[in-house]
């Protein structure tokens, strides 16, 4: 009877991990909602490790670029977001979030054609409250409305 479970929740697992990476905190989440056992939690987690279906560094490094490229923050909103799901604080401390300024720069070309109608202090402020609300602080903030400005006027 323990395999039948087993093999159901195992299976239930490949499919939750065939939509996109995931870290071991959300298999384990996923696996208790469905209310698995501890043991047959473990179990799984350890095949799914076995099989290298699950590693949690690889999962981080997936996160990152898979955030920069779609919708890019600044390193340490991505790095509580990982730890929100699970990520150990010694992959974070070394983990590689990407250049900042060419991240905040990537986010205000999308923005700067909307504001050329506006005038120089109404885009300083829209661009930086825009950047804040995505972590940046304010040297970086600074910098890439200062490097980007000149495409809007």
């Known amino acids: ?39 047959i939690i473990e179990q799984i987690i ?11 560094l690889e999962f981080a490094q997936w996160f990152v670029r898979s955030r920069n490229l779609v919708k890019p923050k600044a390193g340490r909103v991505i790095k509580m977001e990982l730890k929100q799901k699970g990520i150990a604080s010694e992959f974070l401390e070394n983990l590689e979030t990407g250049d900042e300024l060419a ?24 661009l930086g409250s825009f950047l804040a609300r995505r972590g940046f602080d304010w040297d970086t903030i600074k910098k890439a409305i200062d490097e980007s400005f000149g495409k809007v006027v």
């Open 1 to 39: 009877m323990g395999e039948l479970y087993f093999d159901k929740f195992f299976n239930s697992s490949l499919k939750f991990l065939s939509y996109r990476p995931r870290s071991e905190k959300e298999v384990r989440d996923s696996l208790t909602k469905k209310k698995a056992s501890t043991e």
């Open 46 to 56: 350890d095949r799914l490790k076995e099989h290298k279906f699950l590693n949690d």
């Open 103 to 126: 991240n905040a720069k990537k986010l205000l070309d999308k923005k700067l054609a909307r504001y050329k109608n506006l005038d120089r202090d109404e885009i300083y402020k829209k």
